[in-house]
């Protein structure tokens, strides 16, 4: 089993989550966060004030899914979230160990 962390723009969530459920995906955990990485946030004006904006809101998700899927997975992902222009997000695959399903007990792929 694999785990897939996944940074995205916000407004590209619900275009990666109908491309995902296309491929099979049958759940995911979404989160608001705030992060920056090479575009070091940006400066806007709010009321005639320049201000820096450090952190940039992205959106993550974590997907298990079963190791023979992984790759589709994250191509769904890159290819659906890709705008070409700076912050399109980063992909990050872990190996999962274990996992319960808490309702039923089914463990591991069961589980997903």
Known sequence: ????????????????????TKIGVSGMMVTEIKGFGAQSGHTEIYRGAEYAVNFVPK???????????????????????????????????????QAMRVRTGDTNEDAL
Not at 1 to 20: G, H, N, Q, S
Not at 59 to 83: C, F, G, H, N
Request: glycine share 6%; no cysteine.
């Open 59 to 97: 959106i993550k998700l974590e997907i298990a899914v079963p190791a023979a899927m992984a790759d589709q997975v994250v191509e769904t992902i890159a290819s659906t979230a890709r705008t070409g222009k700076i912050g399109d997000g980063k992909i990050f695959v872990l190996d999962l160990q």
């Open 1 to 20: 089993m694999k785990l897939i962390i996944a940074t995205i723009k916000p407004f590209k969530l619900d275009e990666v989550r109908e491309a995902l």
